[in-house]
């Protein structure tokens, strides 16, 4: 079982030129992205969040269970759902303007304990910034590495809702002990500051940075270095792209039975060659969609 644990939220999408023109609802927010597509790719996942009890609320639900995402853990509270309105730019990328005040996934709390029969724990986004669910999902972090468990973290940074970067560049190097794969973009990695052997030598086992349409490059503990190109296609948007990327990175190490620092720290060159392929090649069919719809196990063929 992998946990995906963060926010889950509502993208108003803009359907045509111009920042309001038809805003259209869609299922969102970074580790929610993940999980629905860890669901589509076949991986068993579970989602740990907070979210609503209004229409928002229980639509986010609906679309894990129909991912065949475990909802079991999911805390539910009265508060609004959060909003992000997204403008899409001329290349497909998206920026966004988040309505965060008082909403549901605000207040989660660190579970007990995981699902049981948990492998490795994701986590990301806006719900490692807004507390006081961010040091409740910081905890669970530092309680899932204790345990052993498999790490991932995507910063995925939203600096509109970082009120002091330099204190949130501290509390993300606080984090990398407890980390066992990070994956970031360039943009992400180029305003954390750094490089990826800065971060390696703080704890991770492996570094994804991601390129765009350039593709992506993974840097590994013992100094290896391994890219391949991304999968050109008619970009619609970027949404979700990122996570996409998330979701088969942890399939495809789950599927080689390498969700740990050993194994990850084991992988040969053929083997990260397939997986960045896999995720590239996923995260392609993703941005050819209009929103974030990651793509099914079938999409993607033989890896």
Not at 88 to 109: C, H, K, M, N, W
Request: hydrophobic share 45%; net charge negative; proline share 6%.
């Amino acid at each position: 079982m992998i946990v995906v644990a963060g926010e889950a939220l509502i993208d108003l999408v803009p359907q045509g030129p111009g920042a309001l023109a038809g805003l259209k609802p869609a299922l969102g927010g970074g580790p929610y992205n993940t999980a629905v597509a860890l669901g589509r790719l076949g991986s068993p996942t579970a989602f740990a969040s907070r979210t609503s009890h209004d229409a928002f609320g229980e639509a986010l639900l609906d679309g894990l269970r129909q991912a065949s995402v475990d909802v079991s853990g999911v805390q539910r509270g009265p508060e609004p759902t959060t909003l992000a309105v997204a403008t899409i730019g001329s290349d497909g990328s998206a920026a966004y303007s988040f309505y965060v005040e008082g909403t549901a996934d605000r207040l989660f709390t660190a579970p007990s304990e995981l699902s049981a029969g948990t492998r490795a724990v994701s986590f990301g986004t806006c719900s490692l910034v807004l507390e006081p669910g961010a040091s409740a999902y910081a905890e669970l972090m530092r309680t899932a590495a204790g345990q052993g468990l498999f790490t991932a973290l995507d910063p995925n940074i939203r600096a509109g809702l970082i009120p002091d970067p330099d204190a949130y560049r501290a509390r993300f190097r606080d984090w990398l002990p407890s980390v066992t794969l990070l994956k970031l973009s360039e943009e992400d990695a180029a305003w954390l500051g750094g490089s990826p052997a800065d971060w390696l030598a703080a704890g991770p086992s492996a570094v994804v940075l991601t390129r765009g349409g350039d593709g992506l490059t993974v840097f590994t503990r013992d100094g290896a270095e391994y890219s391949v190109p991304g999968e050109k296609v008619d970009v619609v948007d970027t949404i979700g792209a990122g996570d996409t990327v998330n979701a088969a990175l942890l399939h495809g190490l789950s599927a080689q039975d390498a969700l740990s620092a050993r194994a990850l720290a084991g992988l040969g060159a053929d083997s990260w060659h397939r997986l960045l392929r896999l995720a590239a090649r996923a995260a392609a069919l993703t941005c050819s969609r209009a929103g974030a719809e990651p793509p099914y196990a079938a999409e993607l063929g033989a890896w």
